[in-house]
């Protein structure tokens, strides 16, 4: 615990921890990813807005980095060295199952509606399952369908030529993907996937377009090969300390809660989608995006046919209906809208 409060913090940009307010209570949000990232250069600050205006600015936050790396920020909740932090579920094998469920290749729909989706199923089939013991979940986000990312030595005419090929993967259902495509899968987060690259360790990697143009992959992997719903999905958890909210009036923790879970997980989602499209759009300046074969196409949804009743399998051992799960996901996303969204109170 002494090491998480040693660690240098950084005031997020963009006038974050600067406000209108003498606010009573000030969250402190533990984040992770550069400052410029849209998480935390988008999505906070509208967080921070949105309990400024339930609150008359009586509760604020502020974000701080370096207090844990991403797999830490659980355990930095849990001890309450920060008060909210958010993390990428594929970190922590093992502990999270349900979340695989949205991880999925082949749901129709935008990050939002993804995000949408998986707020309701966890409410409505796996919040039994307890995977967030020590910590309340406030949010659950879910980023753009993921692309194939490869080097020029690297490139491809079909799925088959991927057999072999070093990848740069995450971890839950991204990592399943790659062994389900033959490659040789390499567990390291996003931002290492310049230097595995460039450095020869990886000919590619698997990622949404948004993170691509953030780290300026198309430097060093300037093809492109989509899928329809994406090669996987990856999912993300918000989260905050129980006792975060401690000295809070009940009028105002009713309006902070009222925001929190649904309505943040369709703002975070909106980011994700924001996110992709700039990041599609700066990467056709650099490079190739190709979408696969209708016949690789086929291909990969047989060879991940296996993975999708893995999943449910999983889910389904926590005693939860994992095909009426994933049916829900499904049908959810399919048919959403942005009006399905809870309005602003």
Do not use: C
Request: aromatic share 10%; no cysteine.
């Amino acid at each position: 615990m002494k090491t998480f409060r040693k660690l240098l913090t950084v005031a997020v940009l963009g006038g974050l921890m600067t406000t209108a307010y003498s606010a009573d209570k000030v969250l402190k949000v533990a984040s992770w990813l550069p400052t410029t990232h849209d998480i935390n250069a988008e999505l906070w600050p509208t967080v921070k807005k949105e309990l400024e205006k339930r609150t008359d600015g009586r509760v604020s936050l502020e974000v701080e980095y370096g207090l844990a790396p991403p797999n830490g920020l659980l355990e930095l909740i849990e001890y309450e060295s920060a008060d909210i932090s958010w993390t990428f579920n594929g970190y922590f094998p093992g502990r999270f199952t349900t979340t695989k469920m949205i991880e999925l290749p082949g749901y129709p729909g935008s990050s939002e509606a993804a995000s949408y989706a998986h707020w309701k199923a966890h409410e409505k089939f796996f919040k039994k399952a307890g995977e967030y013991e020590g910590v309340k979940l406030i949010g659950l986000m879910v980023h753009a369908p993921a692309d194939l990312l490869m080097n020029d030595k690297s490139k491809i005419q079909s799925l088959g030529e991927l057999k072999g090929r070093k990848m740069r993967t995450a971890g839950g259902v991204a990592n399943e993907v790659a062994q389900a495509l033959k490659v040789s899968p390499i567990l390291a987060p996003a931002s290492k996937s310049y230097e595995m690259i460039s450095g020869g360790m990886a000919d590619g990697t698997f990622l949404p377009m948004g993170t691509v143009a953030l780290f300026r992959l198309y430097e060093v992997a300037p093809n492109a090969y989509t899928v329809p719903g994406g090669f996987y999905r990856g999912s993300f958890s918000i989260f905050m300390s129980p006792s975060a909210l401690d000295g809070v009036s009940e009028a105002d923790k009713k309006t902070i809660n009222e925001y929190f879970g649904e309505k943040l997980s369709v703002d975070g989602g909106k980011v994700w989608d924001k996110l992709y499209q700039g990041g599609a759009e700066k990467f056709t300046k650099h490079g190739k995006i190709t979408p696969l074969a209708e016949a690789d196409v086929k291909q990969f949804t047989e060879m991940t046919q296996s993975i999708k009743d893995k999943v449910i399998k999983e889910v389904s051992a926590k005693g939860i209906d994992g095909q009426a799960a994933y049916d829900f996901i499904y049908e959810t996303m399919k048919n959403y809208k942005p009006a399905d969204a809870k309005a602003d109170k």
